[in-house]
């Protein structure tokens, strides 16, 4: 107990508290800090604060236990998305990490799962070949095939002030340009493993609130605290919380981020009985953003309507047989022309020796119906952190880098992050390696940003040259396109880069 008898005297005690390092801060310190008379110099303040984060005197700043009542995990990993819940899957069936002890912790209820009788979800995304390879790899691929996927056997991609178009068949890759997957699918797939792997153990609502890192601390350990006051300690603490990662934010790296002041809307919808197969994907660009339809089923695709944030309001809201005139106009409407453009891609043709019909764009399906209550705005923007791992933590997923969904790459990019960083560990388990050691995780950093930099770079570049009208980026994009279009080796390139290959 301090005994105060005078200001002075109470400067003094306090003073003499700061400099004793064996010193433990009783609930009646706190209080005394609190007397507004005893001004504290700001040094001291600092060491203060330094004392009271210290974990040295069983005062832990993450929740009031002691180190010893943590529960304490091998890998602890925070949000349980199609990122997170994939890492857990991919963790527990590598032979090498399996007697790390894992926890994922989601800040959502309990997943309730997927029927694959029910109505198809507005949420899918399309899924490259590498991370097919990757659910194969942790048995997960069979539950996606036994359910429903539609693969994409061609895409066209083509813009609205020209006839500049690109088109991509799978003849010419010896696989699907991409599979189309319902999210809930995917997640019901990995979960599955998830809930059988013997080492891994999941808990819902439970909100990771604050984090400390062993940089912050003497501890080798990373800690966390949820929400509703528990508290953890790990030896590597991953990040697949999304794009406002909690984890990033207390890894203290510098982030790269825009807001497009875009929104994506996606819906379900009805092509009826022409659609023939629908294995095509379409996307056109307008002056908004792109417009892109995924097939779902012979007679079902997906949208996904990048739009400014007012026009997809309002789209969200119209009743549903003006929503399906709004999007049938949206792919056919003429916008337009840039003259030049235009004749600057008929003159790319005929020196490559193509006749105007082998390049006609053509056009998607009447789209007939909406699927009710299926339509739902995403707000878009890009993101990147400039580091993704440190002592004692990494990221994984949106939680570094979130892209424009136009190129479909996004989770993408999220899965193959996974399989590196399960790479990395394994290969670091092997050498002897601690899990959170910064020296060896910067490898999995490494490969991951020779991958993702270059692709999110693109995608970002085609966001930026597709917001404009203005003459001279049209005329440019334009023959990029075509140009793209007819030289088949840079074509190639590209598309092994859109799938994974
Ligand atoms: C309209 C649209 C279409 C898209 N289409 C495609 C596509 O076709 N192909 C493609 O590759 N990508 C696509 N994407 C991108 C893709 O959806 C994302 O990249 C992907 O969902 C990111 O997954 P994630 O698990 O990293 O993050 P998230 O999906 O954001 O998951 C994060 C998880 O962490 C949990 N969480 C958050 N904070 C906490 C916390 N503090 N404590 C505990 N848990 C927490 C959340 O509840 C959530 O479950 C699209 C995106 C949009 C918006």
Redesign the pocket.
Known sequence: MLKVSSLTARRKELNNCLTNENFAFPAEMLAFLRIRSVALPAGNIRVLSSKLLSTKNGTDSIGSRSESTKAHYDIII????????TLAAALSSNPTLADKKVLL????PEFKGFDPAGPYQN??????KN?IELFKSIDAWSHIEAARYKPVKQMQVWESNTDALIQFQHDNFASDVAC?IE?DLILDAVYAKVKDAPNVEIQNK????CVRLPKDSQSQLSELE?QDGRTFSCDLLIG???????VRKEMGVDVFSLNYERM?L?ATLDLGDDACDNSVAWQRFLPTGPVAL?PLTDRLSSL?W?TTNEQAKKLQCLPPNEFVDALNEAFCRQYPRVELADKAVQALNTFFGHNATQHQVQYPPKVCGVKEKSRAT?P?GFLHASSYVCSGAAL????AH??H?LA???????FSDVRYLVECLAAGAYAGFKLGDKQHLIKYERKCLKKNVPIMLGVHGLHTLYSTDFSPVVLFRSLGLQLTQNLPPIKNLFMRGAMGQ
Do not use: H, M, W, Y
């Open positions: 925070g949000g349980g998305g199609l990122v997170g819940t912790l989601e800040g959502a949420r899918v995304s399309a899924i490259n991370s189309i999210n439970a909100r990771i609130q949820l697949a919380d999304g794009a406002n990662s909690v994506g996606v995924l996904v990048s995403f878009l994984v997923g949106d939680a979130r892209i969904p479909g790459q996004g989770v993408n990019l999220g």
